[in-house]
């Protein structure tokens, strides 16, 4: 079975502009979640998304969205890129919402802003 | 707010030898904890989930312990080899999940 996939590998934006990162989970799963992985940190917890509802939110600003789509696939968008948004974004999958449950993280996708 | 330390921050030992991660919590009121592998540039691979209720877990060469009264658990790696080298990293299942910043460990041949 496939795991979780993300796209792209690879961004480069300028500050200012937007991106939009996808992610797709294992085969399954109900409950999509991002986070923001700056070089050197653990990483930090942006969104949870679960039946296409926000169902937790981290302590990111506005900027920062994410939906789900019917089949589970979901999105993050960052608006008016910062220097300071550069990092690796991964997406994690699980089962449920059940917080017992065990996350699935993809590759990430390594944002560079200039 | 969940703070979540790890120790050390860097590890080096040679092939073979027996090691253990650190990773300690200020909030024990917690649903799980997790180890996480991470290769560099890559993303977390899972490697053991205690639940709360439980005070350990072992896969192949790997054991984690977990002591919520204390907020502390414990990666336990056996006979390590050069392919365990990585950054290992712990997170606890509160509200949301919280990450320690890992332990970066090199194995030498």
């Known amino acids: 079975d496939a795991g979780v996939t993300q796209s792209p590998t690879h961004l480069i934006k300028t500050r200012g502009q937007q991106v939009t990162l996808r992610c797709s989970p294992i085969s399954g799963h109900k409950s999509v979640s991002w986070y923001q992985q700056v070089l050197g940190q653990g990483p930090q917890f942006i969104f949870q998304y679960y039946e296409k509802e926000e169902r937790g939110r981290g302590n990111f600003p506005d900027r920062f969205s994410a939906r789900q789509f019917p089949n589970y696939s979901s999105e993050l968008n960052v608006n008016a890129l910062l220097l300071g948004d550069s990092a690796l974004y991964l997406c994690a999958s699980s089962l449920g919402r059940v917080p017992t449950d065990t996350q699935y993280f993809g590759p990430g996708t390594r944002l560079t802003v200039l | 707010k969940q703070e979540v330390t790890q120790i050390p921050a860097a590890l080096s030992v040679p092939e073979g030898e027996n090691l253990v991660l650190n990773c300690s919590f200020t909030?024990?009121?917690?649903?799980?904890l997790q180890w996480f592998r991470q290769d560099p540039g890559k993303g977390l691979t899972s490697l053991l989930l205690i639940q709360s209720s439980q005070r350990e877990q072992t896969s192949g060469r790997l054991n984690a312990s977990l002591d919520k009264s204390s907020g502390r658990s414990t990666l336990y790696i056996a006979a390590s080899q050069p392919g365990d080298s990585a950054t290992y990293l712990c997170a606890v299942l509160g509200n949301q999940f919280y990450f320690g910043t890992g332990t970066s460990l090199t194995v030498i041949p």
């Open positions: 909030d024990s009121a917690i649903y799980n």
